[in-house]
């Protein structure tokens, strides 16, 4: 485990990937990746913030952007343009992209389809932005339980996620051992894991 570390994951090439099924597992994970300082942090599920402002996350450096219906498209204009010479932009988690606007979908039948479509293209923007500019680009999701056992994506998250994804990793837990496993990757070996610290 001890030959690599979160930063050493992280691919400038394209996507990356973080799946999870426990939310502190993936908070750990997240808080460990933006311990680098100078990341942006778009945070949909607002978790992170309320751990960063009650002083258990510790991070230098980090604007966090806490996005509401209608004005995604805007902050994340923002974004785009704070990107350059930044050292990360977090977008957790995809899922949550979905709730906040559970409003548009009840107002527009169509609107899954539209939302769907946006937030590729939204990501895509944010990919090309950071590959041009040497910065790295992490997407969380989270895992659906099944009925007949065992974990998966959502339909939209793994469309999008694992097609285009550079790097994939999952955040896991066992008693107080976090750790951070990965998928994929171009350099790393599957199943390749690493731990990361816990915030308690």
């Avoid at 949909?44 to 258990?56: G, K, P, Q, V």
């Avoid at 009840?106 to 910065?135: C, D, F, K």
């Amino acid at each position: 485990m001890g030959a690599y570390n979160p930063d050493s994951v992280l691919s400038k090439k394209g996507l990356n990937t973080l799946l999870f099924s426990d939310p502190y597992a993936k908070l750990c994970c997240t808080a460990a990746f933006a311990a680098r300082g100078n990341a942006l942090y778009v945070d949909l599920d607002t978790m992170f913030s309320a751990y960063l402002n009650a002083e258990i996350i510790k991070a230098d450096d980090i604007d966090v952007y806490l996005p509401s219906e209608g004005r995604f498209v805007e902050m994340l204009g923002d974004v785009l343009a704070r990107m350059q010479g930044r050292s990360l932009v977090i977008v957790d988690s995809i899922n949550s992209f979905y709730a906040l606007h559970y409003g548009y979908y009840r107002r527009n039948e169509r609107a899954g389809g539209n939302l769907n479509h946006l937030l590729s293209v939204l990501m895509m923007l944010l990919v090309r932005q950071g590959v041009s500019l040497g910065v790295p680009v992490l997407a969380t999701s989270m895992l659906r339980f099944r009925k007949e056992g065992g974990w998966k994506q959502s339909p939209a998250s793994r469309r999008l996620l694992q097609k285009k994804s550079a790097a994939r990793m999952e955040a896991g837990r066992t008693g107080d051992a976090v750790t951070l496993k990965v998928l994929f990757h171009e350099s790393i070996p599957e199943g390749t894991e690493i731990e990361i610290k816990p915030l308690r």
